[in-house]
């Protein structure tokens, strides 16, 4: 059965019978023309959207339908993450192909609300239209920050130290090994297990930027889903600073480095360039080390790495053992091609 067969109401229907009991502060949920939200007490709300694009940001011959549901909400509470702020609520927009399997858009569903459930967030409504384009997904996600509590791109200053979560690289190799699946020469013996888990099912850093905010360890933070390379250069631009980045601190997972080098491309390249991994860069000013090490311990687990600082001057560099070199471009949409960051 596809999802043309059952027409927008029955679609509905479907997609409601699959979320859970709203919150108590959810007064009007999924089935009117619009949600009533409560404010969560003494917050500024927070508001991210962003679309996934058939054949521009995810191919479904590379992702099970339940991947493309997590994902397309996990970008959106990385947004928030970056802000500082605790994720609460999300609206789903779907632009369907009347082609479109209905058990692959319950999968879809499903995806994405279990990835709203482990953190606490309430999906109260959206919107369904067909097209006879690509499968489209978006999401619109609203989250509560205390005032004095947001981290902005704008707030960096000469000096902050530049730090990363997690690793970097992961998600671009295990793309590189899906596409190299897909046409038939991927080799077997040298699969990025961790790197293909981080490109399907990413992580957003929620707890990690929500104690960022809450405790004002960070001045300036940016979500890397477009790769580390566009942090520096959107976080430079809104503080009006440069960086000095040690290539040597980027952190990358042992099985990224081998994955890379063994394709004799540089691993340090990858990790700046590719995109996917929804981390977070951060900037901190050094007397708040010990703070941000006090988080650290909250995270469970995830690893904090100082890669760089802020400079006064606007240059972008990477230090590494043969020299200065420029932070490379980083993606851009318009100007890149298909199967590109979020």
């Given at each position: 059965?596809?999802?043309?067969?059952?027409?927008?109401?029955?679609?509905?229907?479907?997609?409601?019978?699959?979320?859970?009991?709203?919150?108590?502060?959810?007064?009007t949920?999924?089935?009117?023309d619009?949600?009533?939200v409560?404010?969560?007490?003494?917050?500024?709300?927070?508001?991210?959207t962003?679309?996934?694009v058939?054949?521009?940001?995810?191919?479904?011959?590379?992702?099970?339908?339940?991947?493309?549901?997590?994902?397309?909400?996990?970008?959106?509470?990385?947004?928030?993450?970056?802000?500082?702020?605790?994720p609460?609520?999300?609206?789903?927009?779907?632009v369907l192909?009347?082609s479109?399997?209905?058990?692959?858009?319950?999968?879809?569903?499903?995806?994405?609300?279990?990835?709203?459930?482990?953190?606490?967030?309430?999906?109260?409504?959206?919107?369904?239209?067909?097209?006879?384009?690509?499968?489209?997904l978006?999401?619109?996600?609203?989250?509560?920050?205390?005032?004095?509590?947001?981290?902005?791109?704008?707030?960096?200053?000469?000096?902050?130290?530049?730090?990363?979560?997690g690793?970097?690289?992961?998600?671009?190799?295990?793309?590189t090994?899906?596409?190299?699946?897909q046409a038939g020469?991927?080799p077997?013996?040298?699969?990025?297990r961790?790197g293909?888990?981080?490109?399907r099912?990413?992580t957003?850093?929620?707890r990690?930027?929500?104690?960022?905010?809450r405790?004002?360890?960070?001045?300036?933070?940016?979500d890397l889903?477009d790769?580390?390379?566009?942090?520096?250069?959107?976080?430079?631009?809104?503080?009006?600073?440069?960086?000095?980045?040690?290539?040597?601190?980027?952190?990358?997972?042992?099985?990224?480095?081998?994955w890379?080098a063994?394709?004799q491309?540089h691993?340090?390249?990858?990790a700046?360039?590719?995109g996917?991994?929804?981390?977070?860069?951060?900037?901190?000013?050094?007397?708040h080390?010990?703070?941000?090490?006090?988080?650290?311990?909250?995270?469970?687990?995830?690893?904090?790495?100082?890669?760089g600082?802020?400079?006064?001057?606007?240059?972008l560099?990477?230090?590494?053992?043969t020299?200065?070199?420029p932070?490379?471009?980083?993606?851009?949409?318009?100007?890149?091609?298909?199967?590109?960051?979020?």
């Amino acid at each position: 059965m596809t999802v043309g067969d059952l027409g927008e109401a029955a679609l509905i229907a479907l997609i409601r019978s699959q979320v859970p009991s709203a919150p108590r502060w959810v007064t009007t949920g999924i089935g009117d023309d619009a949600a009533v939200v409560a404010p969560m007490r003494g917050t500024l709300d927070v508001i991210t959207t962003d679309t996934q694009v058939e054949g521009v940001h995810f191919e479904r011959a590379l992702l099970s339908p339940s991947d493309i549901g997590h994902r397309t909400l996990a970008v959106n509470l990385s947004d928030l993450a970056a802000m500082g702020a605790t994720p609460r609520v999300a609206v789903l927009s779907l632009v369907l192909p009347p082609s479109l399997a209905t058990a692959d858009l319950e999968a879809m569903i499903e995806g994405l609300l279990s990835l709203a459930t482990a953190h606490d967030v309430a999906l109260v409504g959206g919107n369904i239209t067909r097209t006879s384009g690509p499968l489209v997904l978006g999401v619109t996600a609203i989250g509560a920050v205390r005032r004095r509590r947001i981290l902005t791109r704008d707030g960096g200053r000469p000096g902050d130290e530049l730090w990363v979560t997690g690793t970097l690289g992961s998600a671009a190799a295990g793309l590189t090994w899906l596409q190299q699946q897909q046409a038939g020469h991927a080799p077997a013996d040298q699969e990025p297990r961790q790197g293909i888990q981080s490109y399907r099912r990413p992580t957003p850093r929620v707890r990690i930027g929500a104690l960022l905010g809450r405790n004002r360890v960070a001045r300036a933070g940016i979500d890397l889903s477009d790769g580390l390379a566009d942090g520096l250069h959107q976080l430079g631009q809104a503080s009006g600073l440069g960086a000095l980045i040690h290539g040597s601190a980027v952190p990358m997972a042992p099985e990224t480095v081998a994955w890379f080098a063994h394709r004799q491309q540089h691993p340090l390249e990858a990790a700046m360039t590719g995109g996917d991994d929804y981390e977070l860069l951060i900037a901190v000013p050094r007397s708040h080390r010990r703070r941000l090490a006090a988080i650290q311990r909250l995270s469970h687990g995830v690893p904090l790495t100082r890669i760089g600082e802020l400079t006064k001057t606007l240059d972008l560099v990477v230090r590494t053992e043969t020299g200065d070199l420029p932070v490379p471009a980083g993606y851009q949409h318009f100007q890149d091609t298909v199967s590109s960051p979020a």
